[in-house]
Each structure stands twice: as structure tokens, then as C-alpha cells.
């Protein structure tokens, strides 16, 4: 009896766990497709930010996409390290 009662138990929070893997898996599933669907948004706003300086290809718009990406990571940079710069080191 006791058997039977132990094994319910340790399949009833193996499925649980299992739930919970799933949920998780799901979870970073959602959140690895958002990421893509915002990286082709911006991918598609700077295409059409340096189309007007030239062709793709062209060294113009190669050289605006370069500027476009050196301002985002400057941008990155500066949010970042306002973020350290506001964590107390001692407390």
C-alpha cells in the first residue's frame, strides 16, 4: 500500500517538474522569437533610414548602416553605464 501511495506521489511531482520545463522552455521560446521580430524592425528602419542616402551596397548606405550601428551601441554604452554608476557598492 505504502509502495503504491509513493510511487502516486513521485509521479505526480515528476509531472509537475515536467509542467515546469515545459512552461520554461516555452517561456524562452516567446522571448527568443520577440527578440528576432525586434531586430528585424530596426534591421527594417535603418534599411529604410540609409536607402535615402544611397543603394544597398553602395558604399553610402553602408557607411550610414556603419553610423547607425556605432550610435546604437554608443547609445547601449551610455544606458548601461548609468545603470552601474547607480548601484551602491557599499551598503
Known amino acids: ?12 511531482i515528476g509531472l509537475m517538474l515536467g509542467s515546469c520545463a515545459q512552461w ?4 524562452e ?4 522569437q520577440q527578440a528576432q521580430a525586434e ?8 534599411d529604410a533610414q ?3 542616402h544611397g543603394a544597398p ?6 557607411q550610414c548602416r556603419m553610423n547607425v550601428d556605432n ?3 554608443q547609445m547601449r554604452q551610455m ?5 552601474v554608476d547607480h548601484i551602491p557598492l557599499n551598503q
Request: charged letters at 15%.
Open 50 to 52: 540609409c536607402r535615402s
Open 1 to 12: 500500500m505504502r509502495t503504491a501511495f509513493y510511487t502516486a506521489i513521485a509521479l505526480a
Open 29 to 32: 521560446l516567446r522571448q527568443r
Open 71 to 73: 550610435q546604437r551601441a
Open 24 to 27: 520554461q522552455a516555452e517561456q
Open 57 to 62: 551596397g553602395s558604399q553610402s548606405y553602408i
Open 79 to 83: 544606458i548601461a553605464g548609468q545603470f
Open 39 to 46: 531586430a528585424a524592425t530596426i534591421a527594417a528602419h535603418d
